[in-house]
């Protein structure tokens, strides 16, 4: 062979000491700080000592004296906290299932507003609204439930327009997800506009902001959001064995199909819970992984919790400046993403043209 | 148990109509079988049946009497591994990673790799020669280290037939040598049934035990080099004139166009 033999040991290789948990301790340390300022920023100033005893509070067999006062607490526990809570669960749902679409499609693109699935599941969130569905089916709730079967039959027609032979190319990607999402879009409008009531109120949802206010959004998504990104985060040894192609993957046995179908229901079930409470929020699925793939190479085992973690402090972040940027107005969450989001889009595509692959 | 690949009356093709029909072969533990016939004959299609990737439409692929038809995806990754031409591959992984996914049918849904799913990988990039670019992105290899990252993956896969599918197709000259050296020991060593797809008629010549001639959506002929290459029947199934002359060194064939 080329080169002369090698006397390199057999012993398997592994990394080495604390190196390995880095991109943990960095990313876990980064989504505790953004929650903490999430919690601290607002229109009214509460004392940091306060802020901080109001929060260890919380911590079980903790009991500090409350000194503090009565508005503050209600700002905190039934504002700000769920507030926060419910958007660092959007901003981990839409990394995690950015990471998976990305993965899923072969294609650094891919992301749950670009491919459409956002704008299908606000369709099927609108949709159940606007037919004043019941809160509850069956102890689940409706609007999630809408917005998920309409994720999942949006990718399922993107995937089938954009599929050529047997590779999802970037370019027919990106064109069915535009125009799948445009018609959904539209047909969204056109709900929106019949029901005038709920205009205001779903223009808001729309670009961001929040339908509902305190604990009750967060208990309802909660479990779809728990299921789904565990799913996804157990999944990344399969995710990897299919970036070498259906065809490899099958011939490493992996079972591709059963593969695919639970990581983009799993994929499509977080996005669509994000979409449902929290609005259309773009690029955020974009954006995550490819900073977790770049800092931390490709291994998907890796990527998805990282990008996971790093999609909770983003989207915190992102919102933390949506309320300061023009204090004492809060502009929904979701333009901050847009302005960050799709120069960093064209960016990439700039970066694919020739290769057909970023990764 | 002697685990021969044995395709039966097998058809195999994409839509309705069957690009290569009727195929009946075997090829024995420590043996390898070349694949040759022109462009689009259905080599790499052969390929794919008889690995199970590609599902018959007519007849049976079997491995040591066993029906890969009736194996779950994992089972039949245990039976049959594929080393396919090292294009379009995800460049960030590095070669280890990329072996060890060799071990992918050994591994329950949330299973990881064990130790000893690692010592197999590293032993098997020991044998490929690939060991020393464990840690480096298969993306920054050359073409031949990529075939043998593959080589080594299929090897960790441990099963008895081996599949290459044009394995050579971007290699210089000595590259190309090396590569079937290295599946010429492995198919001696492990009793590996093997079963490879070439262009270089040379390279069959040399490296084959048995040759099966495809043209016309069929098995022409199976038989030795010495059988398969010669004159007339190349001629008739590449379409030009063709001479055959004895190697200087070995006397195995030459076959030469012109």
């Known amino acids: ?345 064209l960016w990439l595509l700039y970066q694919t043209k020739g290769m057909g692959r970023v990764w | 148990m002697r685990y021969e690949l044995r395709l039966e009356r097998a058809a195999l093709g994409y839509g309705m109509e069957p690009v290569l029909q009727d195929v009946t072969l075997s090829v024995q533990p420590g043996e390898i079988l070349a694949i040759v016939g022109p462009n689009g004959v259905g080599k790499s299609t052969l390929v794919k049946g008889a690995c199970g990737s590609l599902p018959l439409m007519d007849g049976e692929v079997l491995i040591g009497g066993q029906n890969l038809r009736e194996l779950k995806p994992d089972r039949r990754a245990r039976m049959v591994s594929v080393v396919s031409q090292a294009v379009n591959l995800p460049p960030s992984f590095c070669a280890l990673d990329v072996v060890l996914m060799g071990r992918t049918p050994y591994l329950g849904w949330l299973e990881q790799e064990s130790d000893r799913d690692r010592q197999i990988a590293m032993e098997a990039m020991a044998r490929t020669e690939t060991i020393d670019l464990a840690e480096r992105p298969i993306g920054e290899l050359s073409g031949g280290e990529q075939q043998r990252v593959l080589i080594a993956r299929a090897l960790a896969q441990s099963t008895p037939v081996m599949l290459l599918d044009e394995p050579t197709a971007h290699l210089d000259l000595r590259h190309q040598d090396n590569l079937l050296k290295l599946v010429r020991d492995l198919a001696f060593v492990d009793n590996l049934a093997v079963m490879i797809t070439l262009h270089d008629l040379n390279l069959v010549a040399r490296f084959a035990d048995r040759v099966a001639l495809l043209s016309d959506g069929r098995v022409r002929k199976i038989g030795t080099p010495a059988e398969i290459l010669t004159p007339d029947e190349l001629a008739e199934v590449y379409g030009i004139r063709i001479h055959v002359i004895p190697h200087p060194l070995d006397g195995k064939p030459l076959v030469l166009s012109g």
């Open chain 1, 1 to 345: 062979m080329g080169g002369s033999r090698t006397n390199a040991s057999l012993e398997p290789v592994k990394p080495q000491g604390v190196r390995r948990y880095l991109p943990w301790i960095w990313s876990g340390s980064a989504l505790i700080v953004m929650l903490f300022v999430s919690v601290a920023v607002g229109p009214v100033k509460i004392p940091l000592p306060d802020l901080g005893r109001m929060l260890f509070d919380l911590l079980p067999g903790l009991q500090l004296e409350a000194d503090w006062s009565r508005t503050f607490a209600t700002i905190v526990y039934q504002i700000r906290l769920p507030n926060t809570a419910l958007m660092a669960l959007a901003g981990m749902a839409l990394g995690g299932s950015g990471a998976a679409y990305q993965g899923l499609f072969r294609n650094p693109l891919a992301d749950p507003y670009i491919i459409g699935v956002a704008s299908g599941a606000g369709l099927g969130a609108v949709l159940a609204m606007a037919a004043n569905w019941p809160v509850s089916l069956l102890g689940m709730a409706t609007v999630p439930l809408a917005a998920f079967i309409a994720a999942l039959i949006t990718v399922a027609i993107v995937y089938a327009i954009a599929r050529v032979g047997r590779s999802t190319p970037v370019t027919t990607l990106i064109l069915a997800g535009v125009a799948v999402s445009s018609f959904a879009t539209a047909m969204t409008s056109l709900i929106m506009l019949l029901s005038t009531d709920e205009l205001h109120r779903a223009v808001n949802w729309m670009v961001g902001g929040f339908a509902l206010g305190g604990w009750e959004p967060v208990l309802v998504s909660l479990p779809y959001l728990l299921i789904g990104l565990a799913v996804l985060a157990l999944l990344g040894r399969q995710l990897n064995v299919l970036q070498f192609g259906d065809e490899q993957a099958r011939q490493m046995g992996l079972d591709v199909e059963r593969s695919k179908l639970i990581i983009v229901v799993a994929a499509s079930l977080v996005a669509a819970t994000a979409v449902a409470f929290s609005g259309i929020i773009a690029f955020v699925g974009l954006i995550v992984p490819h900073v977790v793939r770049l800092l931390w190479g490709p291994d998907y085992r890796r990527t998805l919790p990282l990008a996971i973690l790093v999609g909770g402090s983003f989207l915190l972040a992102a919102d933390v400046v949506a309320r300061v940027i023009l204090a004492p107005r809060e502009l929904p969450v979701g333009v901050i993403t847009a302005v960050v989001g799709a120069p960093f889009f």
